[in-house]
């Protein structure tokens, strides 16, 4: 009778949590699950996104197509770039803001608040905020004509194509570092103080507990961090279109997510911007699948 007792009470339990799941479930599968497989069924057709004809069967054209479009690459070189220009300083300067934050005795939180207020922003309004910041007359100019001595010089932030990329960096660094430093943070601070404290009885000066204790032991928040970053360059997307809207050459800035919505809303091939969207999943699978084969995630124990 217990026996019988204790298991229909782990059903109930069981049952209530699916009942409270349940409305997170079906979030996921109207909102992500169902356009994921959608956009994959659509890639295979050619449509109109506003025509009334029913989409027409076309294999896999739309890939061959791509496989074959400039246009397509170029989107492809710019968001490499991008990942690639915001992905090692986001990571390496997240990290050692965190480390020195967390060496600081005082003012820890206030560090920690000034740098994540940023992410608290839209990415609309960060990107506004730079326009204003890469204007000929703004900040941008004014900070570098002071640094490099110079007077009234325009650093064509927005129209030269090395700056324009830059300039999408800049900003994506700025709004993330701060989100990426409070993980880091947080990382840090789960590790045992004991380990520092026998690292400092055995000699060691801050510089190597923080080198063969603290980052050998944040490899899990590395990893987390690495994997987050990634997939944030890959999808960028509000900075790059409030940019080319505002006047600023596209081709330089046309990563694959815009490219992907002028495809789909400007020219209206919906077929052929699902096909974009697969691959850039894709991509994006493969590259954590990679970080993480890597990376060889065990877990961390400390002795």
């Known amino acids: 009778m217990q026996h ?15 009942i409270f799941v349940a409305p997170s479930l079906l979030f996921f599968l109207v909102f992500s699950f169902y356009p994921i497989f959608n956009a994959i069924y659509m890639s295979f057709f ?32 710019n968001t490499a770039i991008f990942t690639i220009g915001t992905f090692i300083p986001l990571v390496a300067f997240s990290l ?33 905020i730079w326009l204003l910041i890469f204007d000929p007359r703004g900040l941008a100019n004014q900070t570098l004509n002071t640094l490099m001595q110079t007077s009234g010089v325009n650093y064509h932030w927005l129209s030269s194509s090395s700056m324009l990329r830059l300039s999408t960096i800049v900003v994506y660094f700025w709004k993330y570092v701060g989100y ?50 990634m997939i944030q360059c890959l999808k960028t997307f509000s ?3 409030l940019f080319s809207t505002s ?5 330089p800035i046309d990563v694959i997510t815009l490219n992907i919505y002028n495809t789909a809303i400007k020219d209206h091939n919906i077929g052929r911007a699902s096909a974009m969207s697969v691959l850039l999943f894709l991509v994006m699978l493969i590259l954590t699948w990679l970080q993480l084969r890597i990376a060889k995630t065990e877990d961390v124990t400390y002795n």
């Open 46 to 77: 050619k449509k109109n996104l506003l025509s009334l004809k029913p989409p027409e069967f076309v294999g896999w054209g739309n890939y061959v197509y791509l496989s074959h479009s400039k246009t397509f690459w170029q989107s492809v070189s």
């Open 96 to 128: 050692m803001l965190a480390a020195f934050i967390v060496s600081r005795r005082r003012f820890q939180k206030f560090f920690q608040m000034a740098l994540y207020s940023p992410a608290a922003l839209s990415s609309v309004v960060a990107a506004l």
């Open 247 to 251: 006047g600023a050459p596209t081709r």
């Open 4 to 18: 019988n007792k204790r298991f229909s009470m782990e059903q109930k339990k069981a049952r209530w949590g699916w």
């Open 180 to 229: 990426f430093t409070v993980v880091f943070v947080a990382g840090i601070g789960g590790i045992p103080d004991y380990l520092h404290e026998a690292a400092l009885i055995d000699g060691a000066d801050s510089w190597k507990d923080f080198w063969h204790i603290t980052f050998p032991l944040l490899k899990p928040t590395t990893l987390l961090v690495s994997v987050m970053v």
């Open 239 to 241: 900075t790059q279109y």
